[in-house]
């Protein structure tokens, strides 16, 4: 990342002003107030009357020799035709509405472009330009809708699966930067952490007054990462730190849209999981457990002193490239709500009509969701699950948060389970899902006891509503951001 910019607007690579478009239409003004007509003009200059009228509607860019004889034939200062301001209201909104005419949003409508000249009526050409920027507008609107979002999320899956949730580039930098702080290898430490940042140039500073809407702050200009007070959260401050540094070392820009930001995120999550479980050690390790048939996620995460969930998501980076071990992996809450999940083993995620999986149910009969009823919470679940796209085992941890109780589950398919520890698990399952007489549609008697005498009143998912809040950082307070970094940066 370099310098902080403040938002552009992302698809408007604007040549340097004026554009061709806009000293056409200075070019055609200035003709007219001097009652010239193409015709002459053009001769003057030796031109053909049909090119001059090519560079007035701005559809050929003229030389600045050609300008500059055109500004001596109209005895006016060539600095006149370069003047980047539109001549008249009636010159901006025509250059405006020749825009609008020619952007693809438009093409697409296979309408036809009106002509635009001087028997086009003023009213027509307001209320064309009104009409164009207001589609526009609410084109910008709609791209900032959860429908938006959720295909931002499905096409980045695609990529992770595409890729078997594998990054060489992100495990090389990591590799890199590991190897500039001579880390011995194991678990990375808090220490550790601190070397990585001074090696590039940056201090972790903790604070106890973070902006709420925010995990980490960094001060490109004073090079701080402010990060929250390591016993104030619940989050591995290791991570955090890391996932800021993320940010420097993987060269983000600014995010220009929801895409980007999503992409970042994931990261600058696997760059922290990279560092957290450097692949040489973590390779070794499961290539060990896999020799013995005893993968274990728990190990996994014992090893390098990280969280269950961070353990299983880093499985998924290596179990196929270095094992050759398709994996899924999901998050639901209680109420079987996938908030995050990953696939290559072919398990079938329900998904909506975008082919989003956030926010949708998991099948009652899958592993993720039956370790919610056993007995005893804290210990590991493993099941086998019979569904339509093959048999899985599974093995899935429940996770107490502040905001309530989640299943962190890894499966694998059938063949690959003589590799994992709890295999010999007894439970097994039968999922018909997608049919809905599995478990979406309550059981008959119920359904003919209680139809049409229950009105429970629905709450709302709030994270998935918001997909996508405002701001260059979704959901960011950027005046509580400068407020902060004011308040912190070092004085003189
Ligand atoms: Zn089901």
């Not at 401050?237 to 940010?247: D, E, F, K, V």
């Not at 599974?394 to 989640?406: K, N, P, S, W």
């Given at each position: 990342?370099?310098?902080?910019?403040?938002?552009?607007?992302?698809?408007?690579?604007?040549?340097?002003?004026?554009?061709?478009?806009?000293?056409?239409?200075?070019?055609?003004?200035?003709?007219?107030?001097?009652?010239?007509?193409?015709?002459?003009?053009?001769?003057?200059?030796?031109?053909?009357?049909?090119?001059?009228?090519?560079?007035?509607?701005?559809?050929?860019?003229?030389?600045?020799?050609?300008?500059?004889?055109?500004?001596?034939?109209?005895?006016?200062?060539?600095?006149?035709?370069?003047?980047?301001?539109?001549?008249?209201?009636?010159?901006?909104?025509?250059?405006?509405?020749?825009?609008?005419?020619r952007?693809?949003?438009?093409q697409?409508?296979?309408?036809?472009?009106?002509?635009?000249?001087?028997?086009?009526?003023?009213?027509?050409?307001?209320?064309?330009?009104?009409?164009?920027?207001?589609?526009?507008?609410?084109?910008?609107?709609?791209?900032?809708?959860?429908?938006?979002a959720?295909?931002?999320?499905?096409?980045?899956?695609?990529?992770?699966?595409?890729?078997?949730?594998?990054?060489?580039?992100?495990?090389?930098?990591?590799?890199?930067l590991?190897?500039?702080?001579?880390?011995?290898?194991?678990?990375?430490?808090?220490?550790?952490?601190?070397?990585?940042?001074?090696?590039?140039?940056?201090?972790?500073?903790?604070?106890?007054?973070?902006?709420?809407?925010?995990?980490?702050?960094?001060?490109?200009?004073?090079?701080?990462?402010?990060?929250?007070?390591?016993?104030?959260?619940?989050?591995?401050?290791?991570?955090?730190a890391?996932?800021?540094?993320?940010?420097?070392?993987?060269?983000?820009?600014?995010?220009?849209?929801?895409?980007?930001?999503?992409?970042?995120?994931?990261?600058?999550?696997?760059?922290?999981?990279?560092?957290?479980?450097?692949?040489?050690?973590?390779?070794?390790?499961?290539?060990?457990?896999?020799?013995?048939?005893?993968?274990?996620?728990?190990?996994?995460?014992?090893?390098?002193?990280?969280?269950?969930?961070t353990?299983?998501?880093?499985?998924?980076?290596?179990?196929?490239?270095?094992?050759?071990?398709?994996?899924?992996?999901?998050?639901?809450?209680r109420?079987?709500?996938?908030?995050?999940?990953?696939?290559?083993?072919?398990?079938?995620?329900p998904?909506?009509?975008?082919?989003?999986?956030e926010?949708?149910?998991?099948?009652?009969?899958?592993?993720?969701?039956?370790?919610?009823?056993?007995?005893?919470?804290?210990?590991?679940?493993?099941?086998?699950?019979?569904?339509?796209?093959?048999?899985?085992?599974?093995?899935?941890?429940?996770?107490?948060?502040?905001?309530?109780?989640?299943?962190?589950?890894?499966?694998?398919?059938?063949?690959?389970?003589?590799?994992?520890?709890?295999?010999?698990?007894?439970?097994?399952?039968?999922?018909?899902?997608?049919?809905?007489?599995?478990?979406?549609?309550?059981?008959?008697?119920?359904?003919?006891?209680?139809?049409?005498?229950?009105?429970?009143?629905?709450?709302?998912?709030?994270?998935?509503?918001?997909?996508?809040?405002?701001g260059?950082?979704?959901?960011?307070?950027?005046?509580?951001?400068?407020?902060?970094?004011?308040?912190?940066?070092?004085?003189?």
């Amino acid at each position: 990342m370099t310098q902080p910019r403040a938002a552009t607007v992302p698809d408007e690579n604007r040549k340097p002003a004026p554009d061709a478009l806009t000293i056409g239409r200075r070019l055609r003004h200035v003709r007219q107030e001097a009652g010239r007509t193409l015709g002459e003009v053009a001769e003057v200059v030796g031109m053909s009357a049909s090119a001059l009228s090519l560079i007035e509607n701005g559809k050929r860019e003229p030389r600045l020799s050609v300008l500059t004889a055109l500004a001596d034939a109209l005895g006016t200062p060539l600095a006149d035709l370069l003047a980047t301001a539109p001549p008249s209201r009636r010159a901006a909104l025509e250059i405006r509405l020749e825009r609008a005419q020619r952007a693809d949003s438009y093409q697409q409508l296979g309408l036809p472009a009106v002509k635009i000249g001087p028997r086009l009526p003023m009213e027509a050409l307001e209320a064309l330009v009104g009409m164009h920027e207001a589609m526009a507008s609410a084109q910008a609107e709609r791209a900032a809708t959860p429908e938006h979002a959720r295909m931002a999320n499905a096409e980045l899956r695609e990529r992770m699966r595409a890729a078997d949730n594998y990054f060489g580039d992100i495990e090389e930098a990591a590799g890199e930067l590991l190897a500039a702080i001579k880390h011995p290898g194991g678990p990375i430490s808090r220490a550790a952490v601190d070397r990585l940042a001074g090696h590039l140039g940056y201090n972790l500073v903790h604070t106890s007054d973070l902006p709420g809407s925010t995990r980490t702050v960094t001060d490109m200009t004073h090079k701080r990462v402010y990060l929250p007070q390591p016993e104030a959260g619940q989050h591995d401050s290791r991570s955090l730190a890391l996932q800021a540094i993320g940010h420097l070392v993987l060269g983000h820009q600014v995010p220009a849209d929801y895409a980007e930001f999503l992409s970042q995120r994931v990261e600058i999550n696997y760059f922290a999981a990279a560092l957290l479980m450097p692949e040489r050690d973590a390779v070794a390790h499961l290539h060990d457990a896999k020799q013995a048939k005893d993968i274990a996620i728990e190990d996994l995460r014992d090893a390098f002193a990280v969280s269950y969930e961070t353990a299983a998501h880093r499985f998924t980076n290596l179990a196929t490239r270095h094992l050759d071990i398709p994996v899924h992996f999901m998050r639901i809450s209680r109420d079987g709500v996938i908030y995050k999940a990953y696939e290559n083993d072919g398990v079938s995620f329900p998904r909506d009509a975008l082919g989003a999986i956030e926010g949708q149910r998991v099948c009652r009969q899958w592993t993720a969701r039956r370790v919610f009823e056993q007995p005893d919470l804290s210990q590991a679940f493993q099941a086998y699950t019979d569904t339509r796209s093959g048999t899985y085992w599974c093995t899935a941890v429940v996770d107490r948060t502040a905001d309530g109780l989640f299943a962190v589950n890894v499966g694998v398919p059938y063949q690959s389970v003589k590799w994992m520890r709890g295999r010999e698990a007894t439970h097994r399952s039968q999922s018909r899902c997608p049919d809905p007489s599995c478990c979406a549609q309550p059981p008959a008697g119920l359904a003919q006891r209680w139809e049409g005498h229950a009105w429970p009143s629905a709450r709302a998912h709030s994270h998935l509503l918001a997909a996508m809040p405002p701001g260059v950082f979704p959901g960011v307070d950027d005046t509580e951001v400068y407020d902060f970094l004011e308040r912190h940066a070092p004085t003189g």
